[in-house]
């Protein structure tokens, strides 16, 4: 093993021996190398001030080269924070943004010790990050039944977990605190787990309840308590598209540090909150109580980004960074909630207004981008294709009985229509 992996492996022992033992066998090799190219060009970058003759750039003049055809339409930008490569833990200027907007967004933070957001290549990146460092062959991941169905490729496919599923819903319609506790303590022998908590929830948009909330965190650390090291990972994909009474705020700032045996990592980014899909910019934020100990997670963070991707777009970091700090920001992001809080509204009043209940009841969804039918009398993916194939109405088939459907990208004036199609296609496929 590296000796700087060694070494980073022996402070976190000394500073949390739990979070040593949630490691991966690759989480424990992985490293960040201080001495290569990037820790050479660093200090070149410092102290060369006749010739720089150390990255794998091309420079002109006094900035980097670039062709007029690209710069043309990106004249706003200066070269230089565009074209150069980004630092693998990304933009600076970006993280201490990032980290800002996260402590103004979630309050539970104030007091926290958590590191700085280190920059991905989207939400997907950081969940395989996660994978990386803390899931190897035989890893117990613990996900609802309502899941994306990403999780498998990323933490059993890719990295060998074992997914155990557990109820989303308690029979009165609520978020199964309970259900998600036993799914853990049947791990028990295992020592270790990693719970994904994704809200809003794909693919069926609700969030806890407040009170709800406190349940989860009560069972996590009831868990830990048990002797079983958690690792608690939030998806926060949809964070802030909260339309009614539930959660205003990702469940990281009552997780962090709350038990020895718990470490929380929230995974989010602009990707979805800012509307900006194809950007690809997402972070990856630690809670532990000591700066030794989140230096070495992110040192071995950025072992993975360097052994993958070397470092996230420099481009769509600087398009993000200009947004944060632009004085109509919070402006323009609160006219495109109230669209989308409109939308799922108009929904919930179309599925309670309207005789649909014979052939299908929907999940409760209060938040993000989704919902879902439960479809009572045909099988979802017989009528995905039906509708597909007959009306050229597109909507995700999940499992036999639950049907995605994405208002977000469906105008109001068109959703009563939708779902009057849906319901023709249920009645055609059971006639």
Known sequence: MNKLAQQLNQTIQAENPHVFEMLSDLGQKLYFPKEGILSQ??????????????????????????????????????????????????????????????????????????????????????????????????????????????????????????????????????????????????????????????????????????????????????????????????????????????????????LANIHPRLLAIKVDGATKEEYVWGFRVGFITYAAPTEALLNALEQKTLGSIRATISSGPHPTQTFILHALKSPQFNEQKAEKFEIMKRRANRVKAILDGSDYSHVWEYYPFNSGYFMCLKLKTVNAEALRTHLLDNYGVGTIALGETDLRVAFSCIEDEYLEDLFAIIYKGVQELSN
């Not at 420079?59 to 706003?76: F, N, R």
């Not at 933009?91 to 980290?99: D, G, S, V």
Request: glycine share 8%.
């Open 41 to 254: 060009s660093a200090e070149a970058g410092k102290k060369a001030t006749k010739y720089n003759a150390t990255i794998g750039t091309a420079t002109e003049g006094k900035g980097p080269m670039y062709l007029s055809v690209i710069q043309d339409t990106l004249s706003a930008y200066a070269p230089k924070d565009i074209y150069p490569y980004a630092p693998p833990a990304g933009k600076p200027e970006l993280r201490t943004a990032w980290r800002e907007k996260m402590l103004i967004e979630n309050p539970s933070l104030n007091g926290k010790s958590y590191g700085n957001p280190i920059v991905t290549n989207a939400l997907t990146h950081g969940l395989s990050i996660v994978a990386d460092l803390f899931v190897g062959p035989g890893d117990r991941v613990i996900i609802p039944d309502k899941n994306w169905e990403n999780y498998e490729l990323t933490f059993g496919v890719r990295r060998g977990g074992e997914i155990v599923y557990y109820p989303l819903y308690t029979a009165d319609r609520k978020f199964n605190a309970q259900a998600m506790f036993d799914a853990i303590m049947a791990q028990k022998n295992a020592g270790k787990v990693v719970v994904v908590l994704n809200f809003p929830n794909n693919p069926t948009g609700y969030t806890p309840s407040v009170a709800e909330g406190d349940e989860i965190v009560a069972a996590l650390v009831k868990a830990a308590d048990a002797g079983i090291n958690v690792v608690a990972v939030l998806d926060d994909a949809y964070f802030g598209l909260f339309f009614e009474d539930s959660l205003q705020e990702s469940l990281f700032g009552k």
